[in-house]
């Protein structure tokens, strides 16, 4: 099975999970009542 899920993609979740890159941070958020997340930008 192939997800298209690259190298680059795996290192920024992981830079993402881990904290490390200080200009993207995780919202919870709900669309059409459905619980989801989105990945936004901080301007430091």
């Known amino acids: 099975m ?3 899920i690259t190298g680059e ?3 920024a ?3 993402l ?3 490390d ?3 993207v941070a995780p919202f919870a ?3 059409d009542g459905a619980p989801g997340n ?3 930008a901080v301007n430091t």
Do not use: C, N, Q, W
């Open 9 to 11: 993609h795996r290192r």
């Open 29 to 31: 958020v709900f669309v």
């Open 13 to 15: 979740f992981e830079a």
């Open 17 to 19: 999970a881990s904290g």
């Open 2 to 4: 192939t997800t298209g």
């Open 21 to 23: 890159d200080r200009t």
């Open 38 to 40: 989105a990945d936004t």
